[in-house]
């Protein structure tokens, strides 16, 4: 059971990044995938969650959910065969260089409401340094 979280590197500001969280020994789907970061010096946040539905019919499966302060610059979401998770950021900041990682378990914190699921599996993948520098 593994994640692999891929595809960081440095980028300008306002450029953009591809994020791949790949799984390995369990299905994604009834699963909820987060992104999360952790930029030096400071704690681990929790930037964005996908829920995989168990069906493909299932209403309101795979809405993303995100941190504010990355809402419209970063999106999350599943390729069709449910073995990867992308997170595709756009218009970077020197504020987003972090190492990223993904994990079976979301917990977003905004302002105004605290976003968890975990669906009774923890597993992170190792981290993926995404710097943001002119």
């Known amino acids: 059971v593994q994640l692999q979280a891929s595809g960081g590197g440095l980028v300008q500001p306002g450029e953009s990044v591809k994020l791949s969280c790949t799984v390995s020994?369990?299905?994604?789907?009834?699963?909820?995938i987060g992104w999360y970061r952790q930029a030096p010096e400071k704690e681990r946040e929790g930037i964005s969650c996908?829920?995989?539905?168990?069906?493909?019919?299932?209403?309101?499966?795979?809405?993303?959910h995100y941190l504010d302060s990355v809402k419209g610059r970063f999106t999350t979401s599943a390729d069709a065969d449910k073995t990867t998770v992308y997170l595709e950021m756009d218009k970077l900041k020197p504020e987003d260089t972090a190492v990223y990682y993904c994990?079976?378990?979301?917990?977003?914190?905004?302002?105004?409401?605290?976003?968890?699921?975990?669906?009774?599996?923890?597993?992170w993948g190792k981290g993926t340094q995404v710097t943001v520098s002119s």
């Open positions: 996908i829920e995989i539905p168990v069906k493909e019919a299932d209403d309101g499966g795979e809405v993303p």
């Open positions: 994990a079976t378990r979301c917990t977003i914190q905004n302002d105004d409401h605290l976003y968890n699921r975990y669906y009774g599996m923890d597993v």
């Open positions: 020994g369990f299905s994604l789907k009834g699963r909820a």
